[in-house]
C-alpha cells in the first residue's frame, strides 16, 4: 500500500511565506522599475519644456526655467522615492503580521491535531476493549453452541 505523504502544516506555511517572500520581493523590483521610468519620463519632459521654451522666444530665461524645472523634477523623484519606501514598508510590515499570524495558527492547528490525536487514541483503545469483550463473547457462545450441539449428537446417535 503506497501513501502520498501530505505536506505538514510546517511545510504548508513556509511554502507560505517564500511565495509572499517572493511576492514582496518582485513588488519592490517592478516599483523600482516604475520609479526609475517615471524618473527618465521626468527628465524627458524636462528636456521637452526647456526645448520648447528656447523655441517659442529668446527673452525668456532658460536657464531659470532648467534650473526650475530641474528642482521640480527633483522634488517629484524624492517624493516618488519617498512613497515608494512607505510603501515598501507597509508592504513589509503587512508579510511580517502575516507571517507572524500563519505562525500562530499553524501553532494552533498542530495543538488541535495533537489533542484530536489523543482523542482518536482513547477512542481507538476503548474500541479495542470493546471489541476483545466482543470476542469474549462470541468465544464463549461458540463454546456453548458446540457444547449444545455435541448433546444433541449424543442424544440422537449415542455414544
Do not use: C, Y
Amino acid at each position: 500500500m503506497e501513501t502520498n505523504p501530505k505536506p505538514t502544516a510546517a511545510e504548508q506555511l513556509q511554502a507560505a511565506k517564500t511565495a509572499a517572500a517572493e511576492k514582496l520581493d518582485a513588488f519592490k523590483t517592478e516599483a523600482g522599475e516604475h520609479l526609475h521610468a517615471a524618473a527618465a519620463q521626468l527628465d524627458e519632459l524636462r528636456d521637452q519644456l526647456v526645448a520648447k521654451a528656447q523655441e517659442v522666444g529668446k527673452d525668456i530665461d532658460i536657464e531659470s526655467l532648467k534650473a526650475q524645472a530641474t528642482q521640480q523634477l527633483e522634488i517629484v523623484k524624492a517624493t516618488a522615492s519617498e512613497t515608494l519606501s512607505n510603501l515598501q514598508a507597509q508592504a513589509e510590515t503587512t508579510f511580517a503580521a502575516a507571517a507572524a499570524k500563519a505562525d500562530e495558527l499553524s501553532d494552533v492547528a498542530e495543538d488541535k491535531i495533537d489533542e484530536l490525536k489523543a482523542d482518536a487514541a482513547v477512542q481507538l483503545e476503548a474500541a479495542q476493549v470493546k471489541l476483545d469483550e466482543l470476542k469474549a463473547e462470541a468465544t464463549l457462545r461458540i463454546e456453548e453452541a458446540k457444547e449444545k450441539a455435541k448433546g444433541m449428537w449424543d442424544q440422537l446417535f449415542g455414544n
